[in-house]
């Protein structure tokens, strides 16, 4: 057979290539066209593509930076469309302005470099810590020096596109003076309200116009049903662990034997005493004498007991016990003045006094004890459920390791866990409707992050397998399987057709109020200027709103100040219609502008901004940058904050 395939090597080739060609066409294709659509162009900057994949990878990074700054941020504000397109928004900036350094060889000097580190409050640790910690802290990151300079290099470069234009930007003074009077003017202004609410008794809603509201493309993305998961779940812990684990009788007799210190009452007496003091370095005469006046107070108390509080408040070196008759309250082993203190105190019986004075280094004691207690050992079957607590953890602590090896293979081998929760005497549990905002109370498992990424991964999300196992904490490990998936959908018109009737509802009655406003603005404006009955003149600016809706207040100050008095009608959206008097334009406010020259100052700040915004702009034009993703639907923040 070998010298066959050895003699005709050309013929065994060509059958090779008939066999795996067709797999090919099956399998290759159809596995690189998957490929291909999950990794589609969403943007394109200077002829080279953005994709989906460069997409996701910058959300999480953005997500992961919020998170990490703002711990209590709601995560469905993280995975809105509205988030992920201003993350797309910020990845084609980049690009842009990437494009832009490769174009104008921007390359920060080793010079801007270290200034940058000297007067950046972030890095400041670098130049804090030596070598072999900076080496360290930056291991933790994932980086080396020469990783970290790379970055910072390429964030000057980009930093720089922008800065010769807004660091070059005027702002003269003549300039911003005139801008801010004209933004902080005061304009004396009568109106009154046509609020739509107040004409929903008055319009009718019919089923037709229901329908067609429903089905104008504008609403695309307010009826919506948001993307849900019904998830099988399982949970290793050491909670777990301890459920399969059963502590023999004989281990816990053991444990409690090895551990009687534990389960006994320390030793403790209480005792008083009378201190004859004797001074540090006193001579052997004094020892002598202050032995042999202890001695006789033991002779005196031996005839009359009850005189020992008296004698102590006497007699006693130790004022703090001789103020309560020698009394030391309890004390147990190594909380006395000294071990022979303490031996004689443990040798005495209740009620005994010792026969002869013991010496500390504080002088001779004359001792008596009081009472005693403690030394009882708590009995087995008292304590019976602590050590089958305690044992029961210290095993399951033990053996979590190799259960969590035989989790993980069985979750990899397996294509459901329901054979993995039967091998192992887990808990299969069960959610519906899991949105990538995760479900339950904050810091349960169906709320981490790292496994709802993982959850809501295409691949994940067809159902075909489980999710790779993930360590959400020290001792737990978690494993899921998308049992069914639902992408955002929208609802039927018979679900939702009562909210679709109060939405045209309000339009009506918005746009009645708005005809209302508009005929009665014709016939003012045709009518002398007082003919009108009106509520009394007020001031107002951008500095005071006096409580102004922002759009009426935006309508007033935007009106055309000629000629005067006008009358200006201000459409309010679904809120209705105003009409606007304005009689007088006066200067801005000089407490309004505060400090003159902080006002310049900020005006010279925005200008410089508007200048970059403008060049970034142009740089958009030149390298024919363009976000080719289709735009978040009308409506889809709303559903994602729900």
């Known amino acids: 057979m070998f010298d066959f395939v050895r003699r005709h090597k050309r013929i065994m080739q060509f059958l090779l290539v008939l066999l795996i060609f067709p797999s090919f066409v ?3 294709i159809e596995g690189y066209q998957r490929y291909s659509e999950g990794n589609a162009a ?13 997409w996701d990878a910058a959300h999480r990074q953005q997500a992961d930076r919020l998170r990490q700054q703002m711990p209590g941020i709601d995560a469905r504000l993280l995975d809105s469309p509205e988030f992920k397109r201003q993350t797309l928004e910020q990845l084609l900036r980049e690009r842009v302005l990437f494009a832009a350094v490769l174009d104008q060889h921007l390359s920060p000097t080793d010079d801007q470099l270290a200034r940058f580190y000297q007067t950046e409050p972030d890095y400041a640790w670098l130049l804090q810590a030596d070598k072999a910690q900076r080496r360290d802290l930056l291991a933790a990151r994932g980086l080396t020096e020469a990783m970290l300079d790379a970055q910072v290099r390429q964030d000057l470069a980009l930093r720089q596109v922008l800065m010769g234009v807004s660091g070059s930007a005027m702002a003269p ?24 609410r107040d004409y929903l008794g008055k319009v009718q809603a019919s089923d037709a116009e229901v329908q067609a509201f429903y089905e104008a493309p504008a609403q695309a993305g307010r009826f919506m049903a948001p993307e849900a998961a019904s998830v099988d779940y399982l949970v290793l812990d050491l909670a777990a662990v ?3 684990i059963t502590v023999a009788e004989d281990d816990l007799r053991r444990y409690y034997e090895e551990n009687a210190a534990r389960y006994t009452q320390p030793e403790e007496r209480r005792v008083r005493h009378i201190l004859i003091a004797v001074p540090a370095g006193a001579s052997a005469e004094a020892k002598a004498q202050a032995r042999a006046r202890a001695q006789g107070l033991i002779e005196q108390l031996g005839q009359a007991r009850a005189r020992f509080a008296e004698l102590a408040r006497q007699a006693s070196g130790d004022p703090e016990s001789a103020s309560r008759g020698g009394d030391l309250d309890w004390a147990g082993r190594g909380a006395m003045v000294s071990k022979r203190f303490e031996e004689a105190v443990f040798a005495l019986k ?3 006094l010792a026969a002869a004075p013991v010496e500390t280094e504080f002088g001779f004691h004359v001792v008596e004890l009081l009472d005693q207690r403690g030394g009882e050992r708590r009995s087995f079957e008292s304590v019976r459920a602590e050590l089958e607590t305690e044992v029961g953890q210290q095993l399951a602590q033990k053996r979590f390791a190799e259960v969590a090896e035989q989790f993980t293979n069985l979750v990899e081998q397996e294509d459901s866990l329901k054979p993995v929760a039967q091998q192992l005497g887990l808990e299969l549990r069960h959610v519906d409707g899991l949105g990538r905002s995760g479900s339950g109370e904050e810091g349960s498992v169906l709320r981490q992050p790292k496994l709802l990424e993982l959850l809501f991964q295409p691949e994940n999300l067809a159902g075909k397998r489980n999710t790779e196992v993930v360590e959400l904490a020290a001792n737990q490990l978690v494993a899921a399987h998308v049992v069914k998936h639902t992408p955002a959908r929208r609802l039927p018109l018979a679900e939702v057709r009562e909210q679709a009737r109060a939405a045209v509802l309000q339009v009506k009655a918005a746009q009645a109020a708005r005809d209302e406003g ?3 603005l014709k016939a003012w404006q045709a009518s002398p200027p007082d003919a009108a009955i009106l509520p009394a003149a007020r001031l107002v600016s951008r500095a005071q ?6 759009a009426l207040l935006d309508g007033i100050l935007r009106a055309a100040p000629q000629p005067l008095p006008r009358w200006t009608g201000i459409d309010l959206g679904d809120e209705g219609y105003a009409l606007v008097r304005l009689n007088r334009i006066l200067p801005a406010d000089a407490a309004a502008l505060g400090d003159a020259q902080q006002a310049r100052s900020q005006y010279a700040q925005a200008w410089s901004r508007a200048e970059a915004e403008a060049y970034y702009q142009a740089l958009r034009k030149r390298y024919k940058a363009q976000i ?3 735009a978040a639907p009308a409506g889809a923040a709303s559903e994602a904050a729900r």
């Open 545 to 550: 709103a006096q409580s102004l809706p922002p």
């Open 42 to 54: 969403v943007a394109r900057v200077a002829g080279r593509d953005i994709t989906q994949a460069d």
């Open 26 to 28: 099956l399998f290759g």
């Open 518 to 520: 508009q005929a009665r």
């Open 628 to 630: 080719t993703a289709p």
């Open 350 to 352: 209740k009620g005994e």
């Open 242 to 244: 301890r459920r399969g």
């Open 173 to 196: 003074q003549a300039a911003a003076s005139a801008a801010l009077d004209a933004y902080f003017q005061q304009r004396e202004v009568q109106w009154i309200s046509f609020a739509g």
